[in-house]
């Protein structure tokens, strides 16, 4: 019985996600990620794709974070009339 069971765990239902997906999926962040993209090998693991991942992600934060401030920064040395324009720019 627990033969079965082990069997049909592994077998792909409407909410699971099957291995070929997860190496796709894996790939075509590979093809995204500047750190891996520059390395001449092909052959990164998952595992190391997904850290690459998260800290792609992580810096992308830290530079929304900055540029936000440095905007903001902007933003108060210029005149109202200006900083609206600006603000309006933004928000399309």
Same mark, same amino acid.
């Given at each position: 019985?627990?033969?079965?069971? $082990?069997?049909?765990?592994?077998?792909?239902?409407? $909410?699971?996600?099957?291995?070929?997906?997860?190496?796709?999926?894996?790939?075509?962040?590979?093809?995204?990620?500047?750190?891996?993209?520059?390395?001449?090998?092909?052959?990164?693991? $998952?595992?190391?794709?997904?850290?690459?991942?998260?800290?792609?992600?992580?810096?992308?934060?830290?530079?929304?974070?900055?540029? $936000?401030?440095? =905007?903001?920064?902007? =933003?108060?040395?210029?005149?109202?009339?200006?900083?609206?324009?600006?603000?309006?720019? =933004?928000?399309?």
């Amino acid at each position: 019985m627990s033969s079965r069971r $082990s069997r049909s765990s592994r077998q792909p239902g409407p $909410s699971r996600i099957t291995d070929d997906q997860i190496n796709d999926l894996v790939s075509k962040l590979q093809q995204l990620l500047p750190e891996i993209q520059d390395r001449r090998s092909k052959k990164v693991s $998952s595992a190391r794709v997904l850290q690459e991942t998260c800290n792609y992600i992580r810096n992308l934060h830290k530079e929304v974070d900055d540029l $936000s401030e440095r =905007l903001s920064g902007l =933003l108060e040395t210029t005149d109202a009339s200006q900083a609206a324009i600006i603000r309006n720019l =933004l928000m399309q």
